[in-house]
């Protein structure tokens, strides 16, 4: 019997409900990794990340890191110390770094998981320090990593033409959705109907546009909410200013549990999500295995991701999607439309991202370093 593969993972850049959607990534891929015999996990995390995410984690060998500061160039300074050290201590076949940047002297071989090029895309959602240091960290993170992960073909698109990388060195590995397909569970609210927008309180997540077409949905439609759900991002006051402007029957209900989670998915009349930049989307696989209908943007990996299993909208055209939120869908096409979402999710598993990222972690054992 061959010996497991093993693979020193770095979450130390996971700071749980602040990083966004990595996170979910980060404790999926981790959770499917760990089903799998063929190979050995040791994780290397923040002392929060451990101990909130110890289903996840528990299931690996966990080198906790010590305290740190709550500030980045912490965390920076321990990957380039602390972190090294351990790594080299451990000798793993393969070392992967999660966060999409690779330390200076980081053992390997190396694969690096890059979620998205955002930074360099539309740098004006950072700050003045963080975009310059990843707009330095993302091409020189590609440069030491024998292998590339991204979390849609969109991004490893992205990925080959902006940072001059050889297509067969990026290696996609998209997430899965947990959540029950069971139909009966669905129960769309009648009396007092919704859609839900579950997205970090972010400018590139579109909530103004969203909301300057909601309040001309509900002149249409008066019955009708917006509820708002998602950890507290950088532009969370500004946002939930303009929402209190925009109309009274937004509700903005910031970060929810799991279970509160799946109780308004399953009685949301639809799931909206006009997002402008996305590397995966994971909300929309979420509302597909649940057979909620899905009105998304039209923008980056969202059509990939999405399929024929959603009504897709630019998120520009406020009339569009006032238009689309004002008028339910007849009962025929909702059918339709769950169908088709239910089938697409169904691409997405546990089993299917591990064996991608295994593949990538094969491929960095028997290839030479990208150039």
Known sequence: MTDPLRVGMNVLWLRPGIVGGTESYATRLITALADRPEVLMHTFALPEAASLHRGALAMTNVHQAPD?????SARIAAERTWLIRELRALDADVVHHLGGTVPVGSPGPLVCTIHDLQPLDDPGNFSAIKRRWLGRALPAAVRRSTIVAAPSQWVADQI????????????????YADGSDDPTETQPDREHPFV?????TLAHKNH????????????????????????????????????????????????VSRAEFDD?????EA???????EGFGLPVVEAQIAGVPVIASNRTALPEVAGTGAVLLDPTDVDVWADAMAAPLPASTRDELVAQGRVNAQRYSAAEMATSQLRAYRLAQSTSPAP
């Open 264 to 268: 308004l998915l399953h009685h949301a």
């Open 160 to 175: 080959s033409e902006r940072l001059d990388i050889d297509p067969a060195h990026v290696v996609t590995v998209s997430a």
């Open 196 to 200: 839900l927008f579950p997205a970090m």
């Open 68 to 72: 740190l500061p709550d500030h980045p």
């Open 208 to 255: 103004r546009f969203l909301f300057d077409a909601f309040a001309r949905a509900v002149q249409k439609r008066p019955d009708l909410r917006l509820v708002c759900v998602g950890a507290t991002g950088r532009d969370d006051h500004d946002i939930r200013h303009y929402a209190a402007d925009a109309s009274s029957r937004i509700e903005m209900r910031g970060h």
């Open 271 to 277: 799931l909206v999500f006009p997002s402008l930049y």
